[in-house]
């Protein structure tokens, strides 16, 4: 292995990047990959061959010729060049990820998230400085997991969970993706299965941290696709929320072990030993996989070899591996069965981080064992729908030798062959070569993505596109799958008919009207509708493709404009399950040819596509397909030959018989206004289904009517029609995905609030500085019924609100260009908060205010109360205001630390202490001498004006009881002019009871403090802000407090 060992000085230049380099590396803004990244020094390469070679042969000779395959293979690896002076400056070279200006979440969802228990358990407090670090790396994965996704998207034009779940499992490592899948599938369960969307955030119903509309609302914005499900968003928010966790835990887990202090290095040392994330966090396009940062090839946790592998079960490989591999001697079979344990993991383990090979024969070995491993050790399984265990064809196993070809092992294998004397293709770096088992994964995920159970070329060259860098493919197009008349499978006969047809289908797709014929005698008994293995008919295929004059011929031809692709997963298991029920028509829509729509529509095709005589529809009909994308001409088009608008989708393994998605919802989740309008001015025929049925009454429950009448269908049609409840779930999905003006023009049609959709618009609008919005939506609050209020609306829409009465302060810049605007501006800044000021005193409620209570023991005497002030038996003396005051250690000492801490060096022999008070006058420091002579407040008689005097004396000699009664008598004397006084001393004296108190009559009485108390709104809106002394932290903190228990109390009941 000496090749490898002069390898590490270079890979630790290579160490991850530091936050400093992060920022000053300009970001790509392409997605594309460059030509030449593979260029390399062909003078260094010339002049390490023969050197190489010289080496490939001596290393050789330390072998007898007739070895295992694990000697074999060792000599491989010490062939190796070792001169990679320059692999590090051509590393450099790479295409860099885009960087985002924008990303789904913010650091405070991050700093939640690393609250789990999980992480707890490994540090209590984590930096700011790490929190904001994971958050800047985490887009990294997101960028590659979405780079995927929208290839994969591209098909079929929507980003269903099926994408984005092959997509995980393309970037990450097998043990991150078993981790994020897993969470992803929890998540879309809870989804599933949560109630009313209306009534809680997406984010809420998956259970999840990181806001679900967000991600949606990012990859409509990347345009990952024109179609995204809502499902899509919820896998990749899972994904990315449990990735974080993995991530965290990951770099920490040597810090776990120590009692130091977690900083960045500690983060960063972590990432960059771990295979698993070191690669999926650099800033290059290409994913490095298998290696961490000083460029060890190491097998995931996962795919260790176990030593208990048996030597049978690891010999079985040759019935199991590539189809190519069968007809060739299997050198990895030819392990001693009495060979120890340890020497047969240390041989599949060598199979598994091969970077280059030497022939197509040594690959086929390598593969089959590989394959073989790889499925046995798998824990979600692959072959799905009854998909038979995944093979290699004989093209994918020469593309993939190909790129793993290596010219020196090439002619070490050969020793009849001499290199050439010249290079003309010079080798790929070894930095940059993934190991087989990368190479397996992620061509197998793409075979596993097609629902195909046969790697072919493609797969192949998709998997070199993302792991090497400067290599590029064009998208797999949407055609049949050659591979599938070839599989081993398959008998004789059925290979036969498969062949042909997929002759015809071929000749189909030329474009020649001549061929139709011979191609449908070819097709079989269903002739020109007969469907492929991909559930597509030809003229599904033609009009997939766009081509206007096959689709034409075809109809001419008889075929069926309105069969639909088959729905039964046992007869069709290659079927994407996106796409099942679709007709030609849909996807015709998809493709966006309005020609070829106008086209079916003429020969008799349905404009519903495949709803049944019921009237459920269990897919995308063509105007929800043609809504979520944003095509105006072809909605108005399909609008015109009868579509209809409020037409669902229902699925059929769901928890209710409710649809969802209808084609206005739709337009509204992808942010198309235009198309809502026209959606809107289709008018509507009402229909005996318009009638609810049980459960949408009872899902709906008693709904107000709209406040705004300005649309007077939906007024007469009432609140529990299903116009209405279209356009409450088109409101919904434009809340939650950022789209104000859609969700205020919706709400301007008479479309009632929610509290949910209310606090998403107002978050929205504080976040855009619509200071016109955010005067309307306050003003809709009192629209909004209490019954909803959330404890989510507790910790979300309190915090949004009381951030945008700080804001009004101060006028955002973007108003500041003229002086007209400026002042418009501060206008609307002080409605604002005159409106916020009586939203708060509306949530806080009529109910009297907890009076504050004296808690104490019962009164007792501790003297006689006429030795106050009495100079008999006296042995100590006060001077307040010039007077004397006599009084009596014993009973001060025993009732205040104060006086005892006073007292305790003020005695000398023969002399009587005199202590002079100049803090309080003389009636105030009676009463305290008497509630000491006393023991208790019963006897006391204090005047207003000595309340707050009486309270600073009773903190300074640390009277509890008589501080409590002071703040008692204070609270009773609370008015409007008063407030500030009495709460400034409250919290200056740290009257914790009477500071509650003066917090909960500042919220009640907001209104009229912000009119007449000018040191109210100073205290508001400080010149200065001080954390520690926010005034609006402690009001929204008692007011989250009085809802907490207003809702534990309508809970009880």
């Known amino acids: 292995m000496a090749g490898i060992g002069t390898l590490n000085s270079t890979f630790e230049r290579m160490q991850m990047d530091s936050p400093s380099s992060y920022e000053s590396t300009g970001s790509s803004t392409s997605m594309s990959h460059s030509s030449n990244s593979r260029s390399n020094s062909s003078a260094s390469r010339n002049s390490s061959f023969s050197r190489n070679s010289s080496m490939s042969r001596c290393s050789r000779a330390n072998h007898s010729s007739g070895h295992d395959w694990d000697s074999n293979h060792r000599g491989s690896l010490d062939t190796l060049s070792t001169s990679v002076g320059d692999e590090f400056e051509c590393g450099e070279r790479h295409d860099r990820l885009t960087e985002l200006d924008k990303i789904p979440w913010g650091e405070r969802h991050v700093a939640r998230v690393l609250q789990t228990e999980r992480v707890r358990q490994i540090v209590k407090a984590i930096p700011y400085d790490v929190v904001q670090r994971l958050s800047f790396l985490l887009q990294r994965p997101l960028v590659r997991i979405a780079k995927e996704a929208q290839r994969l998207s591209a098909g079929y034009g929507k980003c269903t969970k099926n994408e984005i779940h092959t997509a995980i499992k393309l970037i990450l490592s097998q043990p991150l ?82 009692d130091g202090e977690l900083t960045m290095a500690v983060l960063e040392y972590g990432i960059a030993n771990d295979a698993n994330l070191w690669g999926i966090l650099q800033p290059f396009e290409h994913l490095i996989c298998g290696r961490n940062s000083s460029g ?32 060739k001697s299997c050198r990895g079979c030819e392990i001693k069965t009495n060979g120890s344990l340890q020497e047969i993991s240390r041989a599949v383990e060598q199979s598994l981080i091969a970077t280059c090979v030497g022939s197509i024969a040594e690959l086929g070995d390598l593969v089959c064992r590989a394959m073989h491993y790889q499925q046995g050790r798998q824990k979600i399984p692959s072959n799905l729908n009854g998909r038979q265990s995944t093979t290699w064809s004989p093209s994918a196993l020469h593309t993939l030798f190909y790129f793993m ?18 290079q003309l293709s010079p ?69 036969a008919l498969r062949f042909q047809q997929d002759l015809g289908f071929r000749m189909l797709a030329c474009g020649r009207a001549d061929l139709v014929s011979e191609a449908v005698r070819l097709l079989g008994n269903d002739g020109i509708n007969t469907v492929s293995e991909r559930g597509l008919t030809p003229l599904m295929f033609a009009c997939s493709r766009g081509d206007e004059a096959m689709v034409q011929i075809l109809i001419k031809n008889g075929a069926d404009v309105d069969q639909s692709v088959p729905s039964s997963h046992t007869s069709h ?34 404009v519903h596509g495949s709803v049944d005589a019921s009237g459920d529809n269990y897919t995308d ?18 609008l015109s030959k009868g579509a209809d608008p409020y037409l669902t989708t229902v699925h059929k393994n769901g928890i209710t018989t409710k649809g969802h998605d209808n084609s206005f919802a739709l337009a509204a989740a992808h942010g198309h206004r235009n198309v809502l309008r026209k959606l809107l001015e289709q008018p509507r025929c009402v229909k005996s289904t318009d009638i609810l049925s049980l459960e949408e009454i ?58 949910h959709c209310w606090t998403e618009c107002l978050a929205t609008a504080k976040q855009l500085h619509r200071l016109a919005i955010i005067q309307c939506l306050l003003r809709d609050f009192g629209s909004i019924k209490l019954e909803e209020y959330s404890e989510e609306f507790v910790e979300e829409g309190l915090a949004i609100m009381f951030e945008i009465l700080r804001q009004c302060r101060y006028v955002h810049p973007s108003y500041s260009r003229t002086m007209q605007t400026l002042k418009r501006a501060r206008r609307m800044n002080d409605v604002i908060y005159q409106q916020l000021s009586s939203i708060f005193a509306s949530l806080f409620g009529d109910d009297p205010i907890p009076a504050i209570r004296v808690e104490g023991s019962s009164p007792t005497s501790r003297i006689d109360p006429q030795y106050v002030n009495n100079q008999e038996m006296s042995d100590v003396t006060f001077m307040v205001e010039g007077k004397p005051f006599f009084a009596h250690k014993i009973v001060l000492v025993t009732a205040s630390k104060r006086f005892k801490a006073m007292l305790s060096d003020k005695f000398t022999e023969g002399k009587q202490p005199c202590i002079e008070i100049s803090d309080f006058r003389y009636s105030t420091f009676n009463l305290v001498m008497q509630y000491l002579y006393f023991g208790s407040t019963d006897a006391l008689k204090v005047e207003t004006d000595e309340v707050l005097e009486l309270l600073a004396a009773s903190s300074f000699f640390m009277l509890e009881q008589l501080q409590q009664y002071c703040e008692m008598l204070c609270s009773r004397m609370l008015t409007v002019n008063t407030a500030m006084t009495v709460y400034k001393h409250a919290k200056l004296y740290s009257s914790d009871c009477l500071l509650e108190y003066c917090h909960s009559f500042l919220l009640a009485n907001f209104t009229e403090l912000l009119a007449e108390n000018e040191a109210f709104r100073r205290q508001i809106f400080p010149a200065k802000t001080d954390p520690s002394h926010d005034l609006l932290v402690s009001l929204q903190d008692t007011l989250a407090h009085r809802l907490y228990m207003r809702f534990q109390k309508q809970t009880t009941v």
């Open 177 to 258: 993706s078993e981790v994020c899948l897993s969470a992803a599938l929890r998540a879309l369960s809870l989804f599933q299965m949560s109630s009313e969307c209306s009534q809680d955030g997406k984010r809420t119903r998956a259970g999840l941290i990181f806001p679900v509309g967000r991600f949606f609302r990012w990859l409509v914005d990347t345009k990952v696709a024109v179609r995204v499900d809502n499902h899509a968003a919820v896998y990749l928010t899972a994904c990315m929320e449990s990735l974080m966790v993995e991530m965290f835990c990951r770099a920490c887990v040597d810090y776990e072990r120590t």
């Open 296 to 327: 060890v090839v190491a097998l995931p946790t996962t795919t260790a070899v176990s030593v208990s592998v048996s030597s049978s079960s690891l010999s079985s490989i040759c019935t199991r591996g590539s189809e190519h591999s069968r007809s």
């Open 427 to 495: 080798e790929r770096p070894y930095v940059v070569l993934p190991p087989l088992m990368e190479w397996i994964r992620v061509a197998t995920a793409h075979c596993e993505h097609r629902l195909s159970s046969i790697v072919d070329s493609d797969d192949v060259r998709q998997a070199a596109r993302m792991l090497l860098p400067g290599i590029d493919c064009p998208i797999r197009p949407l055609s049949t799958d050659e591979v599938v008349c070839t599989s081993r499978h398959l008998n004789a006969q059925q290979s």
């Open 698 to 755: 009872l899902a709906e429950g008693t709904e107000q009517e709209p406040l705004a009448p300005k649309m007077p269908k939906l007024k007469r049609m009432g609140s529990k029609s299903k116009i209405t409840l279209a356009l409450q779930e088109a409101m919904y999905h434009s809340c939650e995905h950022g789209y104000l003006d859609i969700a205020m023009e919706l709400r301007s049609l008479g479309v009632p609030w929610t509290l």
């Open 621 to 638: 009909t063509p105007l929800q397909l043609a809504s979520a994308a944003g095509h105006y001409e072809m909605v108005a088009l399909l």
């Open 405 to 422: 070809r290596c010219s020196q092992l090439e002619y070490s294998d050969n020793p009849n062959a001499d290199p050439p004397i010249i």
């Open 573 to 606: 298991p290659c079927i994407h399950p996106a796409i099942r029920h679709w007709t030609a028509l849909s996807f015709a829509v998809v493709n966006g040819n309005a020609s070829v729509v106008q086209l079916l529509l003429n020969a008799g095709a349905s």
